[in-house]
């Protein structure tokens, strides 16, 4: 007599199933989040690494802005480099115009950050020049 | 065969008196209470035979909703129809619980041993005539006592009483459960391989994280970007706007400065067309500035 009435049986089996699609329903949403979720993480992640490949490198930056201040056309002109952990302070009291535009189209060509600039013209050919570049 | 040590046996008869009980107890239907036929038939098993016993008592039974049970007893089968609400409503009638009910048996399978006419009640007796049980009235034969069913000892042909037969077609009730299961198995399939494609998103994730050497959470990393992006547009900038100035013609600069968020431009000659010119080159590349004098201008960063 102790036997389980079906009827019961049925409505357990419905409760589940109601119990299921609610659960089937939530895993969905998320997975919909999870997806967008990693889309985003791999949008931030490209550009959050073509960036520090550009501005997280000082020893790169360093290395290169070193390299250009060797350069013969630099060499003859007096420019003060002081070079902190931060970056390079640059001055020269007197830079002619062939020196300034090679200076400045490397530089600016480059990604070098440049943090203060003070160009100021003494004749048709020279000028003074102060720069800040941090890394 | 079932030793019946634990529980007490009660014939359940329209005529036996109202139980006063309240314990679990075994129960033997009257044979008031169902329809028997002794078979032979060219069957093995009962089971085969249990298809075809509504056919059987097709031209026996009265209307009503009945429920079967066949066994087999040497070559012969016993064959039962009974009435599941019927005995239900007696039960109730006699003060009996549903849930107080072990086994409920027909009298044909355990009565057996019954020798002559036993009296059940002051109106009937139970006799075993050439090896069926039948219901007599009192005094039709000479009876040999009462029945004793304390030391009986019960078959394994118990029924189950459904109380819902006649509410639901059972067959379809089966059916409804068949495919509210194979919902669940589809359901229950879709929702790991949900889950799976999750946890492998989720792996992916970490794992992106790993290889680009992100921080721990996408609050830093946000930070990070917003701070790199903050200084590309201004050097961006920066260089747009030296680009610009150094594409006007008929101009002589004097100096650039570059301060904070600004450059500032002083000329030694701007011409009024070399002034549009530059304008004209600054919108283009969406730079704010303004004209602080007619020899300077103030680029935004």
């Known amino acids: 007599m102790n036997r389980v009435n079906p009827i019961y049986v049925v409505v357990v089996l419905v409760v589940i199933v109601v119990f299921m699609m609610f659960q089937l329903h939530n895993e969905k949403e998320y997975l919909q989040e999870v997806k967008s979720e990693y889309k985003e993480v791999k949008v931030l992640a490209n550009e959050l690494g073509g960036l520090k490949a550009v501005y997280a490198n000082p020893k790169k930056s360093k290395k290169l802005f070193q390299k250009l201040l060797r350069a013969s056309v630099l060499r003859s002109v007096n420019i003060k480099s002081d070079f902190t952990k931060k970056g390079v302070k640059i001055t020269a009291e007197s830079i002619d115009r062939k020196a300034l535009n090679y200076l400045m189209g490397k530089v600016l060509n480059a990604t070098y950050k440049v943090k203060a600039l003070k160009i100021e013209k003494l004749s048709k050919t020279k000028a003074s020049l102060y720069m800040e570049i941090q890394w | ?301």
């Open chain 2, 1 to 301: 065969m079932n030793f019946n040590t634990k529980y007490k046996t009660y014939l359940l008869d329209p005529h036996a008196k109202r139980f006063a009980l309240d314990e679990k107890v075994n129960l033997i239907l009257s044979p008031s209470l169902y329809w028997v036929k002794k078979l032979s038939l060219p069957l093995k098993k009962a089971s085969e035979a249990k298809k075809i016993l509504p056919s059987l008592f097709e031209d026996t039974l009265p209307d009503g909703e009945y429920s079967y049970y066949v066994y087999k007893e040497g070559e012969d089968f016993f064959a039962f129809a009974y009435n599941d609400k019927e005995i239900l409503e007696l039960i109730e009638q006699k003060g009996l619980s549903a849930s107080n009910i072990k086994n409920i048996y027909f009298a044909q399978s355990e009565l057996g041993f019954i020798d002559g006419a036993k009296k059940i009640n002051d109106t009937e007796s139970i006799y075993n005539k050439d090896g069926i049980i039948i219901l007599l009235p009192c005094c039709w034969i000479d009876e040999k006592g009462s029945l004793d069913l304390t030391n009986i000892e019960h078959s394994k042909h118990s029924i189950t009483l459904t109380n819902y037969g006649h509410i639901v077609d059972l067959k379809s009730l089966y059916i409804v459960g068949a495919i509210l299961f194979a919902f669940i198995v589809l359901l229950t399939g879709e929702y790991i391989i949900t889950k799976q494609k999750a946890d492998a998103i989720v792996a992916q994730k970490e794992s992106e994280f790993t290889r680009k050497h992100l921080k721990a959470t996408m609050f830093e990393n946000k930070a990070i970007l917003k701070k790199y992006t903050k200084e590309y547009t201004q050097q961006t900038k920066l260089r747009y706007a030296m680009g610009a100035l150094l594409r006007v013609r008929d101009v002589e600069i004097k100096s650039i400065s570059l301060k904070k968020k600004s450059l500032v431009v002083l000329f030694e000659k701007l011409p009024q067309s070399a002034k549009m010119s530059l304008q004209k080159k600054l919108k283009m590349k969406k730079l704010s500035f303004k004209f602080v004098s007619d020899t300077k201008v103030e680029i935004a960063l």
